[in-house]
């Protein structure tokens, strides 16, 4: 299964003008959303439901399944992630994202605690929370 970003934007009736402004480097009808193999979610971490690759966004099968609100609320979160990439450039993001995870499992954090505490993903939140409902 593929699609464009923008279809699960519009199914979740997210304000795409806002959306431009929040993610400037972003044309969701640009950016394919595939439905992530069994094979490919081998190498997630429990509990990810989506990767964001430069070039597109990988779902785990179930949330596509969601309510279009939920799908659409990801979709941005994962949007907003492809904006980093071309924002900082590969190495930068790479870099700043394993940076954070790193400290924060110095600190004693689990996982959860450290991926919550990474600053890109908080970012990436934050625009899901301000776009998505």
Same mark, same amino acid.
């Given at each position: 299964?593929? &699609? +464009?970003? *923008?279809?699960?934007?519009?199914?979740? =009736? *997210?304000?795409?003008?806002?959306?431009?402004?929040?993610?400037?480097?972003?044309?969701?009808?640009?950016?394919?959303?595939? /439905?992530?193999?069994?094979? &490919?979610?081998? &190498? +997630?971490?429990?509990?990810?439901?989506?990767? /964001?690759?430069? +070039?597109?966004?990988?779902? %785990?099968?179930?949330?596509?399944?969601?309510?279009? /609100?939920?799908?659409?609320?990801?979709?941005? %979160?994962?949007?907003? %992630?492809?904006?980093?990439?071309?924002?900082? #450039?590969?190495?930068? +993001? &790479?870099?700043?994202?394993? $940076? =954070?995870?790193?400290?924060?499992?110095?600190?004693?954090? $689990?996982? %959860? #605690?450290?991926?919550?505490?990474? $600053?890109?993903?908080?970012?990436?939140? =934050?625009?899901?929370?301000?776009?998505?409902?």
């Amino acid at each position: 299964m593929r &699609f +464009w970003a *923008l279809e699960a934007l519009t199914k979740a =009736d *997210l304000d795409l003008e806002r959306l431009t402004v929040a993610l400037p480097t972003i044309d969701p009808s640009t950016v394919p959303v595939h /439905a992530a193999s069994r094979r &490919f979610r081998l &190498f +997630w971490a429990k509990g990810i439901s989506a990767v /964001a690759m430069p +070039w597109g966004v990988y779902v %785990h099968p179930d949330r596509l399944k969601q309510p279009a /609100a939920d799908v659409g609320r990801l979709m941005v %979160h994962e949007l907003a %992630h492809i904006d980093q990439w071309r924002r900082l #450039g590969a190495i930068a +993001w &790479f870099r700043s994202y394993v $940076g =954070d995870y790193m400290r924060g499992r110095r600190k004693g954090l $689990g996982h %959860h #605690g450290a991926y919550r505490a990474v $600053g890109l993903e908080r970012e990436a939140r =934050d625009v899901a929370a301000r776009l998505g409902g």
